[in-house]
């Protein structure tokens, strides 16, 4: 008999979100965002679904890192990954947004009123966090499917709702430091098939910190990282055709000690970011 152990399932005493691993990952970023007014009172960011989205899980403290600075780099993250996605849709009127590892995400909803309708939003992620999703967001503006991004074929099956339409932007939050180097390569070789002149929005660690197992996340979730990057041409180099356009320091933002902290890795690490988030494009495949 294996002693792995198995997630809670909905009713028999554990929490009814039912989630384990990586998928458990997703709740921490759901609790920054719920949080959002008290963490950030002086902006305008705010996600109006998060916190009883969040209450529905029936979440464990445990399994969330609740203490103010992962919370506030969650919503930080979220702030320049919506930044990001509303340049990107605002320039591009008929975009294609597509969500891999798309968890609780509410990015839809939270930038509806400010981006065309013409917009399409798009989702993945594994079937126990589909059928949670389903469950808990009623009236979701992302039509999403269950499928693994670790799988050479999941861009595959969103050729048909893509059509014709070139402008394709692929979100990862805080998805692709779970995969190994083999694996990072595979997403970024099946994007690049199926959205020739696809633009990434992903946030990644440099490989000293994604490597050293001390992240919190690690102990709250079981959940570990797999893959860095040193800097967004690092990132860019996983794999054959893209390019980095932009870096977006997150981790500099959340405090005045972070940001010291951020200055002093960056300069132990010959200037690549402890943690960032890069914007990518694709180069179309020659031939």
């Not at 008999?1 to 997630?7: A, I």
């Amino acid at each position: 008999m294996s002693n792995t152990p198995t997630p809670d399932a909905p009713g028999s005493g554990g929490p009814a979100h039912g989630l384990s691993g990586v998928a458990k990952t997703l709740l921490t970023p759901l609790y920054g965002r719920a949080h959002a007014a008290e963490l950030l009172p002086g902006t305008s960011f705010r996600d109006p679904a998060a916190a009883s989205v969040l209450a529905a899980t029936g979440y464990r403290a445990p399994e969330v890192l609740t203490d103010r600075g992962n919370a506030l780099g969650s919503v930080h993250r979220a702030i320049v990954f919506d930044e990001l996605t509303a340049a990107f849709c605002r320039e591009h009127p008929d975009a294609v947004v597509v969500s891999a590892g798309i968890g609780l995400g509410t990015r839809a909803e939270r930038l509806a009123g400010a981006l065309p309708g013409s917009v399409t939003w798009l989702g993945v992620d594994v079937p126990d966090v589909v059928e949670l999703r389903a469950r808990l967001l009623p009236g979701d503006l992302t039509r999403v499917f269950p499928a693994s991004i670790t799988e050479p074929e999941w861009a595959e099956r969103l050729l048909p709702l893509v059509g014709e339409r070139r402008n394709v932007l692929v979100l990862t939050e805080g998805v692709l430091m779970y995969l190994d180097q083999a694996g990072l390569r595979s997403f970024l070789v099946s994007c690049r098939t199926a959205f020739p002149a696809a633009e990434l929005v992903a946030d990644y660690f440099h490989p000293r910190i994604a490597l050293s197992g001390l992240h919190p996340i690690v102990r709250a979730t079981g959940a570990r990282f797999r893959s860095g990057a040193r800097g967004g041409r690092g990132l860019a180099g996983s794999a054959p055709g893209w390019e980095k356009v932009s870096d977006h320091r997150v981790m500099e933002r959340i405090s005045l000690g972070h940001r010291a902290a951020g200055g002093l890795f960056r300069l132990l690490a010959l200037g690549a970011p402890a943690y960032s988030v890069a914007r990518l494009r694709a180069a179309p495949p020659a031939g």
